[in-house]
Nanobody, 124 residues
Framework: QVQLVESGGGLVQPGGSLRLSCTASGLALDYYAIGWFRQTPAGGDREGVSCMNINDGTTDYADSVKGRFTISRGNAKNTVYLQMNSLKPEDTAVYYC????????????????WGQGTQVTVSS
């Protein structure tokens, strides 16, 4: 059974930075992607933020975070990071680590597992 544990969330001022971490266990041998979704306080649909294909290293980012967020994997291949810079109040959300994410056109999908989420609050 896949377990995804996120950490690194917190309160930060606008313009600040945070780095989220996700440690995975129980991954399927054929899992192919890992990434991040988020859900804003308004409680709407969860939206894709970033996704990395672990086989070829290609990455995708939501337009709203391009140039500010960077996804990467740790030396321990079961760890993924999301470096978030130049944070804005609209980045406030619960951030979820997911596996087997895909982007098809403008639609984002997470086909396998979700973590429990970590809260990021951007406020002065």
């Amino acid at each position: 059974q896949v377990q995804l544990v996120e950490s690194g969330g917190g309160l930060v001022q606008p313009g600040g930075s945070l780095r989220l971490s996700c440690t995975a266990s129980g991954l399927a041998l054929d899992y192919y992607a890992i990434g991040w979704f988020r859900q804003t306080p308004a409680g709407g649909d969860r939206e894709g933020v970033s996704c990395m294909n672990i086989n070829d290293g290609t990455t995708d980012y939501a337009d709203s975070v391009k140039g500010r967020f960077t996804i990467s994997r740790g030396n321990a291949k079961n760890t993924v990071y999301l470096q978030m810079n130049s944070l804005k109040p609209e980045d406030t959300a619960v951030y979820y680590c997911v596996t087997d994410c895909e982007v098809r056109g403008s639609d984002w999908y997470a086909f396998d597992s979700w973590g429990q989420g970590t809260q990021v609050t951007v406020s002065s």
